[in-house]
């Protein structure tokens, strides 16, 4: 799988290299051109990924017993699925705290409002867009005591003023 990573990503970076490198020597001269050559390192990584696998694989048939022809199999599929749901399940359960404190901050009540704002401060990998029910909230709320607490708590969770939020 980091073979075919490194491939990817080397042949998405090919014509930028290849540009760089022929632009980089004609006009910046040898060091810019140079610099260029690093795009390269991606299809050189996948080359070594590759062939120390297939090393591997070649291996594995030597040492292995012959009952035993599924385990390099299950092996790839576990890490395919703990690769794949541990994120998942982590990206799942924070859109989840985020949700839950953001329909706290919007609740009646003064002591819920407070804990939600209180619990989303520690949120350091949400941005803007986690609040935008906050700014929905704000832009249609008549009271102007509720307006006011709804932009300070988006101030401090955000740094950033709810007037320049657009309400989308």
Known sequence: MG????FALGFTLFPFSLIGL???IRIGGLILG????????PLLTGFVYWRNGLRALKRLKQIRPKHDRMAPGITVALGFVFSMTIPLFAQWQ???VVSENVQLILSGN????????????GAFWCN????????????IENDS????????????LTGQQIDSQTND
């Open 3 to 6: 073979a075919l990573f490194a």
């Open 22 to 24: 022929l632009l980089g």
């Open 34 to 41: 140079s610099l260029s050559v690093l795009g390269f390192t």
């Open 94 to 96: 924070t859109s989840r």
């Open 110 to 121: 003064k002591e819920m409002q407070s804990r939600g704002a209180h619990n989303l401060k």
């Open 128 to 139: 803007s867009a986690c609040y935008t029910d906050i700014v929905k909230a704000y832009h």
């Open 145 to 156: 005591s509720r307006r006011a607490f709804l932009a300070g708590v988006y101030l401090e």
